[in-house]
C-alpha cells in the first residue's frame, strides 16, 4: 500500500478515529482526533492549530498551523483497535513550518541524500521509570538492590507490563529485539531495530506514547524525565548512528574488514571526521540532546553504586569503552551517548547530522581515541577535551554562539528553541527551593 491515501489505509486496518499527531519543539506530542469519513479532507487541507497554544515561537496573530499527515506512518494501536496513529507534516500560509521539527529532519535528510547520496539510519536506546500512579515513588516496592541492572527478578515482577510493550511493538511494525531492567531501581530499556532517521524518530514518539498508555493501563506512570531520582542514574537517549551510500547500501562511515583490537580502526576518513564534528560541537549540542533544566542533574551526577554515572561530563571518544561521549562499539555504528529521554526525536537526530556533516565538511580530526576509564576519577582524563555545559542557560548560550551549527539545523528552528528554553530557564530560576530555604 506504498501510494494508498489516508483514508484506504484506515479502511484497511479497519480504525474508525485517527490521532493526527506532531511534536513541537520541546517534545510534546499534540494531536487531534477525527473520525476516519474526514480522513480525504484531512489529507488534503490538514488540521488547524494555533501555534502559539504549543511550543513553537508563534502568537494569536498568527494564522492557523495545518498538520498535514503522512500516510506512510498510519499505525492501529494495539490498546486501542479503533484508533490510529499518524505522524504529520506541519505548514503556515502553504509553506512548511520552518519550526517544525519534523520538517527540519526530513528536510536534511532529503539534502544529504540529493546532495551526497548518502543515508543517515540511526537506533534509540529508550530508558524510562515506572512509577506509582499518583506519587513519585518505583511502582515496585521489592526493587531495592544496590546494583539492580538486569535483575531477572525485577523484570518479571513486571512482566504484564513488559510483554505487552514488546507485543504492541511488534504489532505496529517496529519488532524489539530486548528489553531489560536497567541500572537504576524502577528504570527499564527497550531497543528496537535501527532505521532510516525519519522513521526512527516517528517511531521514538510513538514508543513514548505507547509505554506512558500501557503503563497507564497497568495502573503506573512511565517517565521519561532525565533525572527524576538524585541517588539514581537517569534516563539516557544514547543514539547509534550510520551512514549508508544509497546506489549500494555500504557503511560510509567505516572500512571494509576486521578489526584487530577495536572498531576505531576501522572508521573511515568521513567517520572519523563525523567524530570529529561531534566533538567539536558538543557544547551547542547540548541544548538539543540536553534540552531541559533536569537534563543537567544527569550530567553532573557523581558516580553510582554500579561504578559509572553513564553521562559523560566532557567531549571524549573511544572504542568499546562506555565510559566516554562517543563509543565505538564495534563496526558499523558510531554510539553518541549524550542525550537524555528529555530530547526531542526529531531535532536529536537533525543536531547530530548536522554537527556530524560539518565535521566532514571541515575535516575536523578527532585526535587519538581513548583508552581511559573516564568514570575512575570522576571525570575525563583528557586535558585538552571541551568541558560540556553545566546548566541549561550555557548549552543554549553555547548553541546561540555555535553559527555554524545553528545555519545546518536551520537558523529559524534553534532561534525559536532557544527563545522558548530561556523563558523556561527563567522560570526555573524565579523558583524558591528548599535548599535555599
Not at 490521532?19 to 480525504?40: C, M, W
Not at 525519519?198 to 497497568?218: E, G, I, M, P, Q
Not at 554500579?306 to 558510531?334: C, E, V, Y
Not at 548553541?399 to 530557564?425: H, N, S
Request: aromatic letters at 8%; one cysteine or more; a negative charge.
Amino acid at each position: 500500500m506504498s501510494d494508498a491515501s489516508l483514508a484506504e489505509r484506515a479502511r484497511a486496518l479497519g480504525v474508525k478515529y485517527l490521532l493526527i499527531s506532531f511534536d513541537d519543539l520541546f517534545g510534546t506530542t499534540r494531536s487531534k482526533l477525527i473520525p476516519t469519513t474526514a480522513a480525504e479532507s484531512v489529507e488534503t487541507d490538514g488540521a488547524g492549530f494555533a501555534g502559539f497554544a504549543a511550543h513553537f515561537d508563534m502568537t494569536p496573530a498568527d494564522p492557523d498551523m495545518l498538520a498535514i499527515p503522512d500516510p506512510s506512518t498510519l499505525v492501529k494501536l494495539p490498546w486501542d483497535k479503533e484508533i490510529g496513529w499518524v505522524a504529520s507534516n506541519l505548514v503556515v500560509r502553504g509553506q512548511p513550518l520552518l519550526q517544525g521539527p519534523r520538517n527540519r529532519l526530513k528536510d536534511m535528510c532529503d539534502d544529504l541524500l540529493e546532495s551526497r547520496g548518502l543515508v543517515l539510519k540511526t537506533g534509540v536506546e529508550c530508558e524510562f521509570f515506572l512509577l506509582n500512579k499518583d506519587s513519585i515513588q518505583i511502582a515496585d516496592g521489592y526493587d531495592t538492590a544496590s546494583k539492580p541492572c538486569y535483575d531477572q527478578s525485577a523484570l518479571m515482577r513486571q512482566r504484564g507490563f513488559v510483554c505487552e510493550l514488546n507485543d504492541a511493538m511488534q504489532e505496529m511494525g517496529f519488532p524489539p529485539y530486548q528489553t531489560d531492567h536497567e541500572d537504576a531501581n524502577g528504570q527499564f530499556e527497550c531497543n528496537w531495530h535501527y532505521d532510516h532517521a525519519l522513521t526512527t524518530a516517528d517511531r521514538h514518539c510513538l514508543f513514548k506514547f505507547t509505554a506512558k498508555s500501557l503503563a497507564a493501563k497497568y495502573g503506573m506512570r512511565a517517565t521519561f524525565m532525565p533525572k527524576p531520582f538524585s541517588n539514581l542514574t537517569g534516563n539516557g537517549c544514547h543514539v547509534h548512528v550510520t551512514l549508508h551510500c544509497a546506489k549500494n547500501n555500504d557503511i560510509n562511515i567505516f572500512k571494509s574488514g576486521k578489526s584487530r583490537e577495536d572498531a576505531t580502526d576501522l572508521l573511515s576518513e568521513t567517520g572519523k571526521y563525523f567524530v570529529g564534528g561531534l566533538l567539536a560541537h558538543a557544547r551547542g549540542l547540548c541544548a538539543i540532546t540536553n534540552p531541559s533544566v533536569n537534563s543537567y542533574k544527569r550530567l553532573s551526577a557523581p558516580v553510582t553504586a554500579s561504578g559509572a554515572t553513564w553521562a559523560p561530563a566532557t567531549a571524549t571518544w573511544a572504542g568499546n569503552n562506555r565510559s566516554h561521549m562517543i563509543r565505538i562499539p564495534d563496526a558499523p555504528r558510531i554510539e553518541f551517548r549524550l542525550p537524555d529521554m528529555s530530547a526531542n526525536p526529531y531535532l536529536l537526530p537533525s543536531g547530530i547530522l548536522a554537527a556530524g556533516m560539518l565535521g566532514v565538511d571541515g575535516k575536523v580530526d578527532p585526535g587519538k581515541p581513548s583508552t581511559e576509564n573516564a568514570y575512575a576519577s570522576g571525570t575525563e582524563t583528557k586535558e585538552d577535551a571541551i568541558t560540556l555545559p553545566a546548566n541549561l542557560l550555557d548549552s543554549l548560550r553555547a548553541l546561540e554562539d555555535d553559527k555554524k551549527l545553528c545555519r545546518a539545523i536551520g537558523k529559524e528552528c534553534t532561534d525559536a528553541l532557544v527563545k522558548l528554553r530561556k523563558v523556561q530557564w527563567g522560570d526555573y530560576t524565579r523558583h524558591l527551593t528548599k535548599w535555599e530555604l
